[in-house]
């Protein structure tokens, strides 16, 4: 059993993010889900809890928050840090290790020992845009493991490279980190 901790962003592939949360929950894993503030725009917290048997987390300011220090409580707990998917937006903000949300600040507060793997999931044309492969870079020689995405047709309609990863590749993909 691994603690994951995954975050998902405000992606078109947050239903299939959905998908991998439950399979990994059967799998046996612990998977504690943290949306981005607009990935809650997209998704149910409430779904994502059903599916997961856990307490989805969005903020550490206000009502919602779930400790005083939720990036803290959350981060001491995590062995495997997944963001699936990983927005565009998202990739630029840990690129620059900027912190304006629960899940970007806690992506700074995990231990540097912990395994960190981030599965993109945009537009090809907006994949293919240099400041978002200078981006991908950055995070891979700063320790991410950055997965490539598939190769077709995206929600919009454009195809190429892009592409969320189906359920089954990410759980082949992370066999090692998951104990497969
Ligand atoms: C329905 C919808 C789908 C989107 N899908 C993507 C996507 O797959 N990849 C991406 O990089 N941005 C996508 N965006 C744009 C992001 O949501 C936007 O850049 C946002 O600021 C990202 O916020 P976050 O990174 O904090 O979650 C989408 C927006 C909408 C409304």
Not at 5 to 22: M, P, Q, W, Y
Not at 87 to 99: K, R
Request: glycine share 8%; hydrophobic share 45%; with cysteine.
């Amino acid at each position: 059993m691994t603690r994951i901790l995954l975050g998902i962003s405000a992606s078109a592939a947050v239903a299939k993010a959905a998908d991998l949360a439950s399979k990994l929950r059967q799998a046996g894993h612990e998977v504690n889900v943290v949306l981005t503030p607009n990935a809650a725009e997209l998704i149910s917290a409430q779904l994502l809890e059903a599916l997961t048997g856990r307490p989805v987390h969005v903020s550490e300011y206000g009502p919602n928050r779930r400790c005083a220090m939720d990036h803290i409580e959350l981060a001491r707990k995590t062995e495997l840090l997944l963001i699936a998917p990983a927005t565009a937006d998202l990739i630029g903000q840990l690129a620059a290790g900027l912190a304006p949300n629960l899940l970007t600040t806690l992506s700074l507060a995990i231990p540097a020992d912990v395994p960190r793997v981030l599965i993109p999931a945009m537009n090809p044309f907006m994949y293919a845009q240099p400041a978002v492969q200078r981006n991908l870079k950055t995070l891979a020689s700063d320790g991410w493991r950055v997965e490539e995405p598939a190769t077709g047709e995206v929600a919009c309609g454009d195809e190429g490279p892009g592409r969320f990863l189906e359920t089954h590749e990410v759980l082949r993909r992370l066999g090692d980190l998951l104990g497969a």
